[in-house]
């Protein structure tokens, strides 16, 4: 028997008792069928059971199964009332869908990132089979209206899922990207071992962290730099308060650091606004702001670390660190006015470093740590600095150092002398054993053009 007629033979099944049921039965069968697929185990356990059985029943024990499937019961709950042929990809089914962390359906064909490489595989969905995975979806998520064209949703697992329909895309090409987290451990070694990092870097990231300079983690799309924040984070002292602040629920902090007390809000643009004097008076002793990305995220931010927040990180998206706090400024200015040379030198005083991040060309499963910046602020000169401290050299697949630490770093390092001479030990050795060879100092010009040709000059 063909493992669609299988298919059809319980669902016709399951249709009858539908059919035969009263009207709470049918409300309680749809909660079900919604938390099952969105990853809910007793109930993804439930209709098993009950497959299972009416594959007795029916006879049909011998009928074919796809092979991304581990066993009939499991692939017609899925076609039914499950991921359908994503679920292998979701759960981890194989060694090859453990190791990737996104996939996209385009109409009904499915491309999962392997070993770096988009692949399309071998499984299809059906139109009127992904409608009905968008609908159970959005049970879930109340606020989201079918009609619309674009939808964030996530799985109980933590799967992210972006949802592009309707007129937004084109007839039968509507578009479901998932994201997953496939970092099992999260550590430093673990970034040592899968090439993020280099060990000694392990190790100076490490007496950063307990140091407590304000940081973001920068990169596009999938280069890595969530995930490294997450690390980060997970060397962060417990006995301190925290708050997270993020545009979606993507970083489970509750599941990271159970033992920690910190706040976790989820909030955006306007929502944003109306919560950032409350969020001012809080008493957190750091915060963490994931994916700044509007005006209002970049003055929360800046509001924070300028009454003298340590031990704040934040992500964001751009290639450009050097130019990030023009760009901050810029929109943060355009919305709620001031001045731009004031809020460039508050962000050169607030944020200590940048960790950039990247994908490998030859492998975008494979992250790297692209490059450590350093911002400096002088006040007596008026000038701020941008100082390249670690660039990755991808021929070589290897990074170079230069040493360099500011009066502001040492200030804030002031309590841990220690930390502070263990962070430049390991930085001289760095760079001792591999250099930077080029031009590592940058003075921007967007602060104040007409020294920046000069800024020895202004001495």
């Known amino acids: 028997m063909k493992f669609e007629e299988a298919c059809r033979r319980v669902e016709e099944v399951l249709d009858r008792r539908w059919k035969s049921a009263d009207e709470t039965e049918r409300m309680l069968r749809l909660e079900k069928e919604k938390r099952a697929i969105m990853g809910f185990e007793e109930d993804m356990d439930e209709y098993r059971n009950d497959i299972r059985q009416i594959i007795g029943e029916e006879g049909i024990e011998n009928a074919e199964c796809p092979e991304w499937y581990r066993n009939l019961a499991e692939g017609i709950f899925n076609e039914l009332y499950g991921l359908a042929g994503l679920a292998p990809w979701a759960y981890d089914e194989t060694e090859a869908y453990r190791k990737s962390s996104s996939a996209k359906l385009i109409g009904d064909r499915l491309y999962c990132l392997i070993d770096g490489v988009s692949r399309l595989q071998p499984q299809t969905i059906c139109s009127r089979r992904r409608e009905q995975l968008k609908r159970a979806m959005l049970l879930a998520t109340p606020r989201e209206r079918l009609e619309d064209g674009f939808h964030e949703v ?82 962060e002292r417990r006995d301190l308060e925290g708050l997270a602040i993020s545009t979606d629920p993507e970083t489970p902090w509750h599941e990271i650091m159970p033992d920690a007390p910190l706040m976790q809000l989820v909030a955006d643009g306007k929502d944003l606004e109306t919560l950032t004097k409350s969020l001012l008076r809080g008493d957190n002793d750091y915060v963490l702001l994931e994916e700044m990305r509007d005006a209002a995220a970049y003055r929360l931010c800046l509001d ?156």
Not at 164 to 176: I, L, N
Not at 379 to 390: A, G, Q, R, T
Not at 407 to 426: F, T
Not at 449 to 454: D, H, I, T, Y
Request: net charge positive; proline share 4%.
């Open 154 to 235: 996530y799985l109980r697992n933590g799967i992210r899922i972006t949802i592009y329909s309707g007129e937004r895309t084109k007839e039968g090409q509507d578009v479901m990207v998932f994201r997953k987290y496939i970092l099992q451990k999260l550590s430093f070694e673990e970034m040592v071992s899968l090439g993020t990092i280099q060990p000694e870097a392990a190790e100076l990231f490490k007496v950063m962290t307990d140091i407590g300079f304000n940081v973001i983690f920068a990169g596009p799309v999938r280069s890595g730099k969530t995930t490294f924040m997450q690390v980060w984070q997970c060397y």
């Open 304 to 459: 924070i670390i300028s009454t003298g927040t340590h031990r704040s990180k934040a992500t964001v998206h751009t290639s450009d660190p050097v130019n990030l706090p023009f760009r901050m400024a810029s929109g943060i200015c355009e919305r709620y006015g001031g001045s731009i040379q004031g809020v460039i030198q508050q962000i050169f005083s607030g944020f200590g470093y940048v960790l950039e991040f990247c994908s490998r060309e030859d492998n975008r499963g494979e992250k790297r740590l692209k490059a450590l910046w350093e911002y400096c602020y002088d006040p007596e000169k008026d000038i701020p600095s941008i100082h390249l401290l670690c660039s990755y050299d991808a021929v070589s697949d290897d990074w170079q150092w230069k040493f360099h630490m500011g009066d502001d770093k040492k200030k804030i390092g002031s309590l841990n002398r220690e930390g502070m001479k263990e962070m430049e030990r390991i930085m001289r050795e760095l760079e001792k054993r591999n250099p930077i060879k080029e031009k590592n100092v940058i003075y921007p010009r967007y602060y104040r053009p007409q020294l920046m040709e000069n800024p020895q000059k202004e001495g």
